[in-house]
């Protein structure tokens, strides 16, 4: 018997250019429910990452209204790409789910940028080697 679930899907975000990101990979999963498109996918990042709108765990804050927002035009390469934007210019330290990165991209921006490259330099430039083979 097979391991493979046809409702998880794993995508790797590359971290954008000239952002504390850069460089890394990092693995975000999907959950498909049996439903879609009628009802929204869940993504969770398992790449660990030093971000204001991602939680310690993985969740990502503004996909969280997700599901009462969803509608089937939206399609998952949509929500990647705005995840990727997360990882840019979209950054809202006002609605935090990670209040630690969110105080400090407020009010210590310096502090904020060392300690995002170095948790990209930690978890997500290993992860190369992984999607190597």
Not at 27 to 49: D, E, M
Not at 56 to 61: A, H
Not at 73 to 94: G, R
Request: proline share 8%.
């Amino acid at each position: 018997m097979s391991d493979y679930d046809p409702f998880y899907w794993e995508a790797i975000i590359f971290g954008p250019k000239e952002t504390n990101y850069e460089d890394g990979q990092f693995l975000v999963a999907i959950h498909i429910p049996p439903a879609y498109p009628l009802k929204s996918p869940q993504f969770t990042f398992k790449t660990k990452i030093y971000h204001p709108n991602i939680s310690l765990e993985g969740e990502i804050c503004p996909l969280n209204n997700l599901r009462s927002t969803w509608y089937p035009l939206l399609t998952i390469e949509k929500i990647l790409l705005n995840i990727y934007l997360i990882l840019t210019t979209d950054i809202n330290s006002d609605d935090p789910f990670n209040v630690e990165a969110s105080n400090y991209f407020k009010n210590d921006r310096h502090k904020f940028d060392e300690i995002a490259r170095e948790w990209t330099r930690k978890h997500a430039i290993q992860q190369e080697m992984r999607y190597k083979n």
